[in-house]
């Protein structure tokens, strides 16, 4: 199933966040996606941030640091997300294992170097962020109150197929 | 130009480079629990595709909470069993039978020299120990491992570190790895394979070295490894003996997967522990690592010994040698869990579990236990545990629990005085 990239972001301005953070151990004896969804981000304790709170509810996209989904390879962690409609994370760099399991989901780990995320960061003052991702044109734009910035990211052809054919089941499905 | 041990083992196992840089590998051993395996089966059922590549190749274990403890694990350890049975899947590890996965499976000779392993579990990177390439995945990785026997990496560099010097009396394989991520950080392997060398390596028996690549995902390890060597060979020999006319003729057939002398190596770092402390985390992140005497004397409300990074038979004699005779502190609670039923008989035909029991512990069946707060010991609001697991997250053994990483000889020392304790000082 293709997913919808973009949308209002969220920002978790720290590096190392990781899986038990975005989805606590505890939950992981549920075996649907769905039953997840309340449970996002509720261990993480950072200034501003408030799992139960409306920005998160609104997000479409979120944006953090350094080593973003470290720890444990449960792909619970991008599920939590995906049943709360944030199909991209944009981030300086990623734990390998939560950024195969994005691809792997057919959903979009970006990464930008941190020159340029902190000119996303900055765009916070002029309002609420808007994200919006055009991935033929490995771009994504950044807009809040009149002001925006046009970033280019890179790609693997590898993980741009895994997007374009749904996640890595379809991929694999097809070829072996 | 030579080559590393990964790359020989990516290269005997590569059936697809659909794009540069993206290596899909044939698969020899797919791992599995009952946490992350019964969404992929309940997909592949979804999709029609109930089907298994190979079930010889396949080997499942419920291990991170059993025997279950409500209705939600009841239904994990369930699919799993039924899908196990229904796909003949005959390495498969039940209640009376079942241990923590990453001891389980190398203890039952499943992991050899050479072989590609993943499990949809971060910790798979243990099983390096035995000179694979062991990597934890995700769920889609293992439903397409299990359906296809393939997995697609970016082939990593690999960042050689040299443990050098000899290790000191009372000072472990946990204690050089907590060191070695502590100077690294958790960001410092990421998208690397770590190989492990040097002297205190190769004078490190099996169990020591699964502690020291266990937690090689601490630091964003893609695997620990190091090269299989006669330690290796002994370990594996009862399982190998028919393959082979004896254990020179096994070894010089592992030999080929070693680095060649000239491979290259993205980073080597040279580490002379000689003189390293016991060693311990505080904060909530694996790379806050300090000697344990700088923390000494914080109060502590729990003991956790066991886990795939130390439950095996050598960490629980450890512990027991500090143990023997004494009482843990009336102000903590001391848990115990065998890794697997082998090391649990072992322990009792040792005696340890008689000491472990005459100290206070709470010796518990074989499972992940506490370590990750899904099961049994789970922490309080503000209570604090001395831990030999692997990961100190932030509410990783229950929301507002703190954990401390450290050797079993530091949580034996620390469960008798009742406060971080260095095991030198007992």
Known sequence: MKKVFGGAALFLDRSD?????????????????????????????????????????????????????????????????EVNDIHTIIAESYARIFRQNMFNGGMLAIELPKADLDRIFALQSAGTVS??????????????????????????????????AGGWVEFADARY | ??????????????????????????????????????????????????????PSKIKAVVDHVTPSKDSKTALQAKMLRDWARRHAIKDFFDVGHNGVCHALFPEKGYIRPGFTVIMGDSHTCTHGAFGAFAAGVGTTDLEVGILKGVCAFREPATIRINLNGQLPAQVYAKDAILYVIGQIGVNGATDRVIEFRGPIVESMSMESRMTLCNMAIEAGGTSGICLPDMTTVDYLWPFIQSDYANKEAALAD?????????????????????????MITYNYKPDCVKPVRELAGAKVDQIYIGTCTNGRIEDLRE??????????????????????????????????????????????????GACLGMSNGVLAEGEVCASTSNRNFQGRMGKGGMVHLMSPATAAATAITGVITDPRDI
């Open chain 2, 254 to 278: 592992y030999k080929k997967w070693w680095s060649d002398a000239d491979a290259k190596y993205e980073k080597v770092l040279d580490f002379d522990l000689s003189r390293l402390e016991p």
């Open chain 2, 319 to 368: 512990a027991a040698a500090i143990l023997k005779g004494k009482q843990i502190s009336e102000n903590v609670r001391g848990i115990v869990s065998p890794a697997t039923p082998k090391i649990y008989q072992e322990a009792l035909k040792e005696g340890i579990i008689e000491i472990f029991m005459a100290a206070g512990f709470c010796v518990t069946n074989p499972t992940c």
């Open chain 1, 17 to 81: 966040i990781n899986t038990d953070e975005i989805i606590p151990a505890k939950y992981l004896t549920e075996v649907t996606k769905e039953a997840l969804k309340p449970y996002c981000l509720e261990d993480l304790k950072l200034d501003g941030f408030d799992p139960k709170g409306e920005k998160l509810k609104a997000a479409r996209v979120v944006i953090s640091r350094a080593n973003f989904g470290c720890g444990s390879s449960r792909e619970h962690a991008p599920w939590v997300f």
């Open chain 1, 131 to 164: 994200i919006a991702v055009d991935l033929p044109q490995q771009k994504v734009m950044a807009s809040a109150g009149g002001k925006s910035e046009t970033l280019h990211f890179e790609i693997s052809q590898f993980d741009k197929a895994l997007v374009e």
């Open chain 2, 1 to 54: 130009m030579g080559k590393t041990i990964a790359e020989k083992i990516f290269d005997a196992h590569l059936r697809d480079e659909p794009f540069p840089g993206a290596k899909v590998l044939n698969l020899d051993r797919v791992l599995c629990h009952e946490i992350t395996t019964p969404v992929a089966i309940a997909d592949l059922e979804v999709r029609g595709k109930d089907r298994v590549f190979d």
